[in-house]
């Protein structure tokens, strides 16, 4: 909703400013300059990428106005599954939680949690990583290297199609100046068709020169800003869940576990330790 707001605040501003100052808006749709910039960014990414970076821009940049990022009620219910699951594995041995882990769906306590359910990604990772503690062969520490190794290779998956986005970004301006460039040429090719003719086409060239900026700096460049925003709220949510698991590997009761994996998370969303408490509780 925030970045459906941005747009239209960028856009509104623009226009406005435009007609306060006496412009004229059919003299911004020139057509050709939307199909010369717009083609060639469009051409320029898909030359710079390959085919799995493409398909993550286009899975990620629909998720920019729908997402927003996980809030202290997602870290509530997440914190308080794992320590319900753990307290299982206290009272009744680690093996009680297999069926948990193996079909979590069918889990009374982690089928409940829906963000965790529909994440793919989120469920493999805590899935798969507590199969392996439950073979017991695995150390705290190895374990924790384990988790970190496959958060980098999440983000180095990821960052990708965020530098992209940024490079088209910064490449619009430039291929503002080529639209522009182009019209000049016409413009040199109408000279002898009288100054009205000449003045249309030099509007015209010069709109290619604001399309190029404006893109770059209003839309394209906050568009990949916040695309990278969502790798660091995922990254985050990783992270509290590696911090939950290696805290109870290491011998932690869970609920000391769910307070430790509770400070690794960014202010903006984390809950209180009463909060925390009141709703593992089932207070709140």
Known sequence: MFVIIGLAIVTVSVVAGFLMAGGNLVLLLQWSEFVTIGGA???????????????????????????HGYSKQDYLELLKSFNDLFLVAQRDGLLAIEKHVENPEESDILGTNEKFIKNEQIKTFFCDTMKIMLTGG????????????????????????????????????????????????????????????????????????????????????PIASNMGHMIEHKVRFMQTIKA????????NPPIIAVEIARRTIFSDARPSFGELENFIRGKA
Not at 48 to 53: F, G, K, L, N
Not at 151 to 180: C, M, N, Q, W, Y
Not at 187 to 216: C, K, N, Q, R
Not at 244 to 251: D, N, P
């Open 244 to 251: 939950c698991i290696i805290a109870y590997a290491k011998g």
């Open 41 to 67: 960014a469009i051409g320029s990414v898909i030359i710079a990428s390959p085919i799995s970076t493409l398909k993550k821009i286009g899975t990620a940049l629909p998720k920019i106005f729908t997402s």
């Open 138 to 221: 695995v150390p705290p520490h190895e374990l924790e290297s384990l988790m970190e190794v496959e958060i980098e290779t999440f983000e180095s998956e990821e960052r990708p199609a965020t530098h992209a986005v940024e490079k088209v970004g910064d490449a619009l301006p430039g291929l503002g100046i080529v639209a522009a460039v182009l019209g000049i040429i016409v413009t040199m090719g109408s000279i002898g068709d009288g100054a009205e003719a000449v003045g249309h086409h030099v509007a015209a060239a010069l709109v290619g020169t604001f399309l190029g900026v404006l893109l770059s700096y209003g839309f394209v460049n």
